[in-house]
């Protein structure tokens, strides 16, 4: 068995953050919220929360550590369809990080939650909430948003569905994703595709930059 190191304690804790954060977002919209009094300001929190999130691993996609960055896992579409069919035959390639379809979904996944957190910027329910950003760019296009940003929830539902049946399908096939994402250690039975010698110590200016920008953005938006 071959021991790799891939995900950095930063991509393991935004990972769990923002898994926490959209189900609260979820729940406080799709039910009653009980028990919180007012349910819409909690999902525009949760939102506040993702957006700064997302603000962390955008800057950490170019900037953190190898497998966190999008040039190890984004790749051509010849690379991906041939994936596609070593995963149809059940003798999927090995990769340390995402494989060639899983860091498509992810840059996918990452571009519509950051639709979602903006444009719930600019929303408005006209009772109990209003966006730091409602109006800011006319309420015609605040009003406009309104059906993208339902539409579009509907859409990461629809990911996040087959996120979790991709991590079924490797699970079965004897890949732990979500052991990983705790642990930050990968085990393979022959040497991954991407297979690289480098150190995942943290980019101590790189880490910093991201989280205060992280923080920055959430805290700033959640005074307004």
């Not at 999902?43 to 996609?61: E, K, M, N, P, S």
């Amino acid at each position: 068995m071959q021991a790799v190191h891939v995900w950095d304690v930063l991509v393991r804790i935004f990972h769990w953050a923002l898994v926490a954060a959209v189900l609260l977002s979820f729940y406080t919209l799709k039910t009653d919220g009980a028990p919180f009094l007012f349910p819409i300001e909690i999902h525009a929190q949760a939102g506040y929360v993702v957006l700064g999130l997302l603000t962390f691993r955008w800057i950490w996609a170019f900037f953190g550590t190898h497998y966190a960055r999008f040039r190890a896992f984004l790749t051509s579409p010849k690379t991906s369809a041939s994936y596609a069919q070593s995963l149809i035959r059940r003798q999927p390639t090995p990769y340390a990080g995402h494989n060639p379809l899983g860091g498509w979904a992810v840059l996918i996944l990452m571009l519509s939650l950051t639709f979602q957190a903006v444009s719930g910027l600019f929303l408005s329910d006209d009772i109990f909430f209003s966006g730091p950003l409602y109006g800011s760019l006319g309420n015609a296009f605040s009003n406009a948003l309104v059906s993208w940003h339902a539409l579009n929830a509907q859409f990461l539902m629809v990911l996040i569905g087959l996120h979790l049946v991709a991590i079924a399908v490797h699970a079965a096939l004897g890949e732990r994703l979500v052991k990983a994402m705790f642990t930050g250690v990968k085990t393979f039975t022959r040497t991954p595709a991407d297979a690289i010698n480098v150190s995942i110590r943290l980019p101590i200016i790189s880490a910093l930059v991201a989280i205060l920008a992280g923080i920055g953005m959430s805290v700033f938006f959640w005074l307004q």
